[in-house]
């Protein structure tokens, strides 16, 4: 019991990192040899919306709904940051276990909120696509699972 509580705690203090390092605001890396700038600095929508054939008015409403979705999220990121905070302190101050799984037990709930919050978001996008632009989705996002999946057993195989 104890080892599984500890395994949830590793989880959301890995999920904080994770949500922190997409809410980071650093600058654009600068491109590999061969890459072109433009590529690297196009947002991630704006690929997506090229390579899905988006009609302006479901740009509009796509951008509607991520910038929705990200007005929701701001106060949970916020929390969630004041829990691994206060995570990390309390591992520092050499609190308890009990005390340590009580603040993950937080931030795992507000990690939750958070993977909510993208779904509907998600499924709001999902709902404005033609059933062509939702079979190219299902497409891309194929293909990125088996990338992943091949990326996953490689590394497996290498350690």
Do not use: W
């Amino acid at each position: 019991m104890r080892n599984k509580i500890l395994q949830i705690a590793g989880a959301a203090v890995l999920a904080a990192g994770m949500t922190f390092a997409q809410t980071g605001t650093s600058p654009a890396p600068n491109p590999p040899a061969g890459h072109t700038r433009s590529f690297h600095r196009r947002p991630m929508f704006d690929r997506l919306a090229r390579r899905l054939n988006l009609t302006d008015a479901q740009r509009q409403q796509a951008k509607g709904i991520f910038q929705g979705m990200r007005a929701q999220a701001q106060p949970v990121r916020a929390q969630l940051r004041q829990s691994h905070v206060a995570l990390m302190d309390a591992a520092v101050a050499g609190k308890s276990t009990d005390e340590l799984n009580q603040i993950a037990q937080a931030q795992a709930s507000q990690a939750a909120q958070l993977s909510v919050l993208r779904a509907q978001a998600f499924g709001k996008f999902y709902s404005i696509l033609t059933p062509a632009q939702q079979q190219e989705f299902q497409t891309m996002r194929s293909n990125m699972q088996a990338r992943h999946a091949a990326h996953v057993s490689g590394q497996t195989a290498n350690n």
